[in-house]
DNA sequence: GAAAATTAACCGATCAGTAGGTAGGTATAT
DNA sequence: ATATACCTACCTACTGATCGGTTAATTTTC
């Protein structure tokens, strides 16, 4: 274990800045004055911008998907799942001072000029988040407190969709209750 | 009528652009590139990347209210209003060769690096489809087409919300057929 | 209606600033 | 003494923006 823990802190400050203002708008200077070190000294660490982004999106994914998993394999009704899961999304409008965004969902927006590394972990990410909620809603239907129709797969990805636009639908009039308005209702419509 | 219009032709150039990798990764060399002007000939239209922005959120909006409200104020069914409202969105991804997604959307996630005139102008883009949106949703919920519980606006702002989010993520592994299977789910789920 | 003045629309050259990245050196710890 | 972790100094490329100047069209004046 080191003691400063320095390249963890770069990845820090990267994911703070990218989350509110996107990659594009995130320099090697942000990270250097956040951190308090040299721009050139972020090279030793990550050799390039993309390397950088690269595993940010995996220690974010990795993330994640621990929190996930935790919910889903949880003994929480799946309707409580489904809100712990909206959760997630919504502590991020109101983490720190300024609305950060799901890190993959900015990064969504801006996938041309990412690197295709990148651009393959984030669709991954998508995917993943998709089959989880599939699970749930599949055992929400299963119990009978879901109902729906279709298949539980396009049902999951619409309400992954819909947690990412809302995350950038919501912070353009600041209000993080209206993201968990949002959220409710959602429920409130595959709720038997 | 100017015979070449130039200034409409540094819009269309940088719309393109922005809406497929952002305003960030815009350039007025990118622009004067696909329009075949020199990049000082741009400021002469246009002061500041700013200025152009703010007059491309406007260009687009009108556009696009002027298609929504032609939409609206037809005689169709609310629920084909719905389709075609989603079909607005669904054109952008197939549009030309790249995908492409709304330009308000796409700038949403890039909010923190615009200008306040330009967040101003976007915020009332989300609020205006959000409003047109609540009106069909009346107007089905009238008819007894739709059923849904809650007030119409906080659907709308999830219908809105799940467009937006949908462009994003359909976008990441190019599939324009999954975005219309959203819609179709979306509007199955309020339908009474 | 011809000459003169003005404006619109653009270009070439250049600016200061910042981007990401590199080279080489230094201090520390094992 | 060798790798780790960082620094200073610098580089090239490109960013948006400004400059003075050019050309063609339009408007004004007589």
Do not use: W
Not at 23 to 46: L, T
Not at 52 to 57: N, Q, V
Request: charged residues 30%; neutral net charge.
């Amino acid at each position: 274990m080191r003691k400063t823990d320095t390249k963890g802190k770069i990845l820090d400050a990267a994911q703070d800045c990218i989350q509110r203002v996107g990659a594009n708008a995130m320099s090697y200077q942000d990270i250097s004055e956040a951190v308090g070190i040299q721009k050139a000294s972020i090279h030793y660490h990550f050799a390039t911008k993309e390397r950088l982004i690269e595993a940010l999106i995996d220690r974010y994914s990795e993330r994640f998907f621990s929190l996930v998993q935790s919910i889903v394999e949880s003994e929480l009704s799946p309707e409580t799942k489904l809100r712990r899961y909206g959760l997630l999304f919504e502590a991020m409008l109101s983490e720190g001072e300024r609305g950060k965004v799901c890190l993959c969902g900015i990064l969504g927006a801006e996938l041309a000029t990412l690197s295709p590394v990148a651009v393959d972990n984030i669709r991954r990410f998508f995917r993943e988040n998709e089959k989880r909620l599939a699970e749930v809603l599949d055992e929400g239907r299963r119990q009978g407190v879901f109902q729906f129709e279709g298949d539980s797969r396009s049902m999951a990805t619409l309400m992954f969709s819909l947690l990412e636009g809302a995350m950038l639908v919501v912070r353009a009039d600041e209000g993080t209750q209206r993201f968990s308005a949002i959220m409710r209702q959602m429920i409130k419509l595959i709720s038997a």
